[in-house]
């Protein structure tokens, strides 16, 4: 039916193809999306990213492959694949991918 999630809960899944890579843009895919927090899975092309915002609740960002520069506050982090961090709520944050870079974002809503 159109508009409906597939339920991956009870499957093994492969980080890396949770989200595919597209030409010039990023993609996102929510994996988990309850009241408590939501998990997405995001693959962004070489040069791609997401503009300085804000949320209100701490995020994780676990690299997944490839590499990016992930601003908090103004200051700028690399991280790469195996890497994590964690992006404090209400501080502005941007994303820019410094090659092809998959990542999985997780929020945990208080």
């Not at 908090?72 to 994590?84: V, Y």
């Amino acid at each position: 039916m159109a508009g409906e999630r597939e339920d991956l809960r009870g499957k093994v899944l492969e980080l890396k193809g949770l989200a595919a890579f597209q030409e010039g843009a990023v993609a996102s895919r929510t994996v988990v999306l309850k009241k408590a927090g939501t998990i997405t899975a995001f693959a962004f092309d070489a040069g791609e990213g997401l503009p300085e915002h804000t949320a209100p609740f701490d995020a994780i960002v676990q690299g997944l492959e490839g590499e990016a520069e992930i601003t908090i506050g103004g200051k700028p982090l690399h991280l790469t694949e195996g890497q994590m961090v964690i992006m404090p709520a209400r501080v502005p944050h941007a994303v820019k991918a410094l090659s092809r870079f998959r990542m999985l974002l997780t929020m945990i809503h208080e």
